[in-house]
């Protein structure tokens, strides 16, 4: 093999006016949602630990670096050989952060050369693969690009830039965005290792994954677990358990068995936060170091500490399982998944003690759901994150409180947090659409029709209406058409009337293929529509047959005492109507029944 050499290198010095291929067969990008969101929030943590209000741009410099491993590549051809998935999503990245700032009247040039250099007038992106072309392109510029006859690998790009755009956290604010592409650009670090040849490259990215380096927390756990176990039949029998249990932990997820433990760890021994943060790194390192205080001392602590693990595995499994498809008997656990609380398995794993039936240990993680949800409605109605970086400290204080609580205790303690939160359902009637706030209102909008339908004996809908991909999916219908000058008698001006066009009283769900027909329709012509059979009960009760024919509609309407009324006109005095029926069904829906003790 030839020389080979490594430099640590930032974002800035690798992307900047450079030009990489990719070997047709490496080609594919296959980051999915999970990866990109757990990039961004990885790296905008890094960065938040770091940015203090005060301070001055220059000093970013003086912020912590981020590592995200080595780069291969080859001299001929500029090939990368190991790192193109990376390079891929931060190319992204990169590209979100620059139409940020353009839509917002800012120029950043530095972002600019590290996605793409133009010569003669004809761009060429960074990562230059001509099948990824057009789709770049496209995203640089801010527009929609139309994946439906484009290859998997296109596709998949398009979906994960609107990953960044959907959920890039809004705790990064304008007023520091231009800090955090400083810091992107100039402290997130590779190791470039460069080879003479596509075959030396090869050969190095085989041996970095194939040796020593490739040693995971969890295999580095595995061993040293294993180590301390004296009897070799034992040791040979778990070590054959825990392969087959990684297995399924990362059926779905490269990194799914890393997350599960980091959870476990967190739920059921982290006793402050400085345990927490060590777990989220070295969780193997933080065992190993605590193990007196795990009461790790003999060969049967070690083997009951491992039979602990693959208990938490199954109920890990279970919880993952209610989240990625609806059952009525763990539907908070599904709700709360579509809104992408990544901390709600630390949660509901909390709770769970050594002695739990299977019995208890549902009742316990549906009670903790509940909780869960209750938490995310009264923090996002008051415009207010619950993104990861933004409530873990809150998570992890609720977390040491239910640990291993019997059913009563946790029924009292979820009681007790939540009415602290001090929740006014009233913050509804200034509750509206815009960009954090738009997949809560979509739930809201999705919670109030399934909750009317099972009310009403029709099986809910929740799923179909949150569904956020394929054929004619539901979106979000504004009630009063966007033309100002129409309502000009009826609003004081134009801030007054987007407010009340973008309240959650003003607000539908329609099929989009309805939705796009009706466009700017007036409200005479839309509430034909909102009636037909492709609508919904709550879309529909603007509309006067629905109340005819309908004895459990009716009936729903009349033991809850709810203003539903059929509106021939739409305007000022109607959305306060429909928002404080909102704030009613809202008093239903999420309430601390679920907490009170069977009498």
Same mark, same amino acid.
């Given at each position: 093999?030839?020389?080979?050499?490594?430099?640590?290198?930032?974002?800035?010095?690798?992307?900047?006016?450079?030009?990489?291929?990719?070997?047709?067969?490496?080609?594919?990008?296959?980051?999915?949602?999970?990866?990109?969101? +757990?990039?961004?929030?990885?790296?905008?943590?890094?960065?938040?630990? @770091?940015?203090?209000?005060?301070?001055?741009?220059?000093?970013? +410099? @003086?912020?912590?670096?981020?590592?995200?491993?080595?780069?291969?590549?080859?001299?001929?051809?500029?090939?990368?050989?190991?790192?193109?998935?990376?390079?891929?999503?931060?190319?992204?990245?990169?590209?979100?952060?620059?139409?940020?700032?353009?839509?917002?009247?800012?120029?950043?040039?530095?972002?600019?050369?590290?996605?793409?250099?133009?010569?003669?007038?004809?761009?060429?992106?960074?990562?230059?693969?001509?099948?990824?072309?057009?789709?770049?392109?496209?995203?640089?510029?801010?527009?929609?690009?139309?994946?439906?006859?484009?290859?998997?690998?296109?596709?998949?790009?398009?979906?994960?830039?609107?990953?960044?755009?959907?959920?890039?956290?809004?705790?990064?604010?304008?007023?520091?965005?231009?800090?955090?592409?400083?810091?992107?650009?100039?402290?997130?670090?590779?190791?470039?290792?460069?080879?003479?040849?596509?075959?030396?490259?090869?050969?190095?990215?085989?041996?970095?994954?194939?040796?020593?380096? @490739?040693?995971?927390?969890?295999?580095?756990?595995?061993?040293?677990?294993?180590?301390?176990?004296?009897?070799?039949?034992?040791?040979?029998?778990?070590?054959?358990?825990?392969?087959?249990?990684?297995?399924?932990?990362?059926?779905?997820?490269?990194?799914?068995?890393?997350?599960?433990?980091?959870?476990?760890?967190?739920?059921?021994?982290?006793?402050?936060?400085?345990?927490?943060?060590?777990?989220?790194?070295?969780?193997?390192?933080?065992?190993?170091?605590?193990?007196?205080?795990?009461?790790?001392?003999?060969?049967?602590?070690?083997?009951?500490?491992?039979?602990?693990?693959?208990?938490?595995?199954?109920?890990?499994?279970?919880?993952?399982?209610?989240?990625? @498809?609806?059952?009525?008997?763990?539907?908070?656990?599904?709700?709360?998944?579509?809104?992408?609380?990544?901390?709600?398995?630390?949660?509901?794993?909390?709770?769970?003690?050594?002695?739990?039936?299977?019995?208890?240990?549902?009742?316990?993680?549906?009670?903790?759901?509940?909780?869960?949800?209750?938490?995310?409605?009264?923090?996002?109605?008051?415009?207010?994150?619950?993104?990861?970086?933004?409530?873990?400290?809150?998570?992890?204080?609720?977390?040491?409180?239910?640990?291993?609580?019997?059913?009563?205790?946790?029924?009292?303690?979820?009681?007790?947090?939540?009415?602290?939160?001090?929740?006014?359902?009233?913050?509804?009637?200034?509750?509206?659409?815009?960009?954090?706030?738009?997949?809560?209102?979509?739930?809201?909008?999705?919670?109030?029709?399934?909750?009317?339908?099972?009310?009403?004996?029709?099986?809910?809908?929740?799923?179909?209406?949150?569904?956020?991909?394929?054929?004619?999916?539901?979106?979000?219908?504004?009630?009063?058409?966007?033309?100002?000058?129409?309502?000009?008698?009826?609003?004081?001006?134009?801030?007054?009337?987007?407010?009340?066009?973008?309240?959650?009283?003003?607000?539908?769900?329609?099929?989009?293929?309805?939705?796009?027909?009706?466009?700017?329709?007036?409200?005479?012509?839309?509430?034909?529509?909102?009636?037909?059979?492709?609508?919904?009960?709550?879309?529909?009760?603007?509309?006067?047959?629905?109340?005819?024919?309908?004895?459990?509609?009716?009936?729903?309407?009349?033991?809850?005492?709810?203003?539903?009324?059929?509106?021939?006109?739409?305007?000022?005095?109607?959305?306060?109507?429909?928002?404080?029926?909102?704030?009613?069904?809202?008093?239903?829906?999420?309430?601390?029944?679920?907490?009170?003790?069977? +009498?």
């Amino acid at each position: 093999m030839n020389e080979i050499t490594s430099t640590p290198k930032n974002l800035k010095i690798l992307l900047q006016n450079n030009k990489y291929t990719i070997h047709y067969y490496q080609r594919e990008y296959r980051w999915q949602a999970k990866h990109i969101n +757990e990039l961004i929030e990885d790296l905008t943590s890094e960065f938040l630990n @770091n940015y203090k209000p005060d301070h001055k741009r220059s000093e970013v +410099e @003086n912020y912590g670096t981020y590592f995200m491993g080595s780069i291969v590549i080859a001299k001929q051809n500029n090939a990368i050989i190991d790192g193109q998935q990376r390079f891929s999503s931060l190319t992204l990245l990169l590209m979100y952060l620059n139409n940020r700032l353009r839509q917002k009247g800012e120029g950043y040039d530095v972002l600019k050369p590290l996605i793409f250099s133009e010569k003669y007038g004809e761009k060429s992106f960074t990562i230059n693969v001509p099948e990824r072309q057009i789709c770049m392109e496209t995203i640089f510029k801010g527009d929609e690009f139309s994946a439906t006859n484009a290859e998997e690998s296109v596709k998949n790009l398009w979906e994960r830039y609107k990953d960044i755009r959907e959920n890039f956290p809004e705790s990064i604010t304008d007023e520091m965005i231009l800090y955090f592409c400083d810091w992107l650009i100039e402290k997130v670090i590779f190791v470039e290792i460069v080879a003479d040849t596509d075959q030396d490259a090869q050969k190095v990215f085989v041996t970095m994954n194939d040796r020593g380096l @490739n040693l995971t927390s969890t295999e580095m756990l595995k061993g040293y677990l294993l180590s301390e176990i004296t009897d070799d039949n034992t040791r040979e029998s778990i070590n054959f358990r825990w392969k087959e249990t990684i297995s399924d932990l990362k059926k779905d997820d490269d990194k799914g068995d890393e997350i599960f433990i980091k959870a476990w760890l967190r739920a059921q021994y982290a006793a402050d936060e400085e345990d927490s943060d060590m777990i989220g790194g070295a969780f193997h390192q933080w065992i190993r170091k605590e193990h007196e205080r795990l009461k790790l001392k003999i060969s049967s602590d070690y083997e009951n500490f491992i039979e602990d693990f693959f208990r938490f595995t199954k109920i890990y499994c279970q919880i993952k399982n209610a989240e990625k @498809n609806f059952d009525e008997t763990t539907k908070y656990i599904y709700y709360n998944s579509q809104l992408m609380f990544t901390l709600q398995p630390q949660l509901l794993m909390a709770s769970i003690c050594e002695d739990d039936t299977a019995d208890i240990i549902t009742k316990k993680i549906n009670l903790t759901a509940r909780f869960i949800d209750l938490l995310i409605n009264s923090r996002v109605t008051q415009y207010r994150s619950v993104a990861q970086n933004i409530v873990k400290h809150y998570v992890f204080d609720v977390t040491l409180d239910i640990r291993r609580v019997s059913v009563d205790e946790l029924k009292n303690k979820l009681k007790d947090h939540y009415e602290k939160l001090n929740y006014n359902y009233l913050v509804l009637q200034s509750f509206g659409l815009n960009s954090f706030t738009k997949k809560y209102i979509k739930n809201i909008l999705s919670r109030i029709t399934g909750f009317i339908e099972e009310q009403t004996n029709v099986n809910s809908n929740y799923v179909e209406y949150m569904k956020p991909q394929g054929k004619n999916t539901f979106q979000i219908e504004h009630i009063i058409c966007s033309d100002f000058e129409k309502f000009q008698s009826v609003f004081s001006g134009k801030e007054e009337f987007e407010i009340y066009r973008n309240s959650i009283g003003a607000l539908l769900l329609l099929r989009g293929s309805i939705n796009k027909s009706l466009s700017d329709k007036k409200y005479k012509i839309k509430r034909a529509k909102y009636g037909s059979n492709d609508g919904n009960i709550f879309t529909a009760s603007l509309v006067e047959s629905t109340y005819d024919n309908n004895p459990q509609f009716k009936k729903f309407i009349e033991e809850n005492n709810l203003p539903f009324k059929p509106y021939s006109k739409f305007g000022k005095a109607e959305i306060k109507e429909r928002i404080n029926l909102v704030i009613q069904l809202a008093k239903l829906i999420w309430n601390t029944k679920e907490f009170e003790f069977d +009498e």
